[in-house]
């Protein structure tokens, strides 16, 4: 009789061969896991990009107040148009260096000084999306609107609001995005600084996205303001 251990196996005609050791099926194993996770997560960015090239800003808005947050001068230019032609009462600029001044903002917009010194209010707090959110939310609650409509890159729109969704639920965000790069009608993919841009804030959107689903927000100074409304 043939002497059966740990480091045998019967293969299909029934004589004993070495079995494979644990560790190679491990990560055989292991390796399956992690070409269904890529395969995920490369779906889920390409579902990303389809909708981030799908978004356009809407016509003739209309909203209480308009926040932009920073990241190129388009922004802010397409933000104080948007004021100026009266699609909201006021404007907050959120995540400013603080070295720019609102003189500094207004020369490079060219917009009418009493415009700025009636409407506009500059927000130096923010260093990230996170921040920006916290910002927006509390000027938002401190003037009392309901109706807000967001000015950004249109890659960076769903974690904006993802972030402002989370943080203030009442308000009813509106996305106006800036549109850099024509995703729909020009080859992306072989500009290698639209796609690290967008796989970055891929990346960041998964890590949002996690967040809001395990962590509540600290959302107790903006309690007291909506109780007001």
């Known amino acids: 009789m043939a002497h059966v251990n740990a480091r045998t196996q019967r293969d299909s005609r029934g004589t004993w061969q070495p079995a494979r050791p644990i560790y190679r ?3 055989r194993r292991l390796s399956y896991v992690v070409l269904i996770l ?3 997560l490369f779906g889920g960015f390409l ?3 389809d909708a981030v090239a799908g978004l356009t800003p809407p016509e003739k808005p209309k909203a209480d107040a ?3 947050l920073t990241g190129g ?4 230019d397409q933000a104080v148009n948007l004021l100026e032609t009266g699609t909201g009462q006021r404007l907050l600029i959120s995540g400013v260096h603080p070295d720019t001044s609102a003189a500094r903002i207004r020369e490079m917009t060219r917009a009418p000084q009493s415009l700025f010194v009636c409407c506009v209010d500059l927000g130096y707090d ?3 999306t996170v921040g920006n959110a916290l910002e927006t939310a509390k000027w938002v609650n401190a003037h009392k609107y309901r109706r807000v409509l967001v000015v950004t890159s249109n890659y960076h729109m769903p974690r ?3 972030e402002l969704h989370r943080i203030d639920p009442e308000t009813q965000y509106i996305g106006y995005p800036i549109v850099y790069t024509d995703l729909k009608s020009e080859n992306w993919m072989a500009m290698p600084e639209v796609v690290k841009a967008m796989v970055s804030e891929y990346v960041k959107l ?3 996205t996690i967040r809001a689903h395990l962590f509540t927000p600290d959302t107790s100074s903006l309690r007291s303001r909506k109780n007001e409304r």
Not at 73 to 76: A, G, M, P, S, Y
């Open 25 to 27: 099926v491990f990560l």
């Open 38 to 40: 890529a395969g995920l």
């Open 47 to 49: 579902r990303f990009a």
């Open 66 to 68: 308009v926040v932009v």
């Open 73 to 76: 001068t388009q922004r802010i």
């Open 126 to 128: 923010a260093i990230d």
């Open 160 to 162: 904006s609001l993802l």
């Open 206 to 208: 998964l890590g949002a």
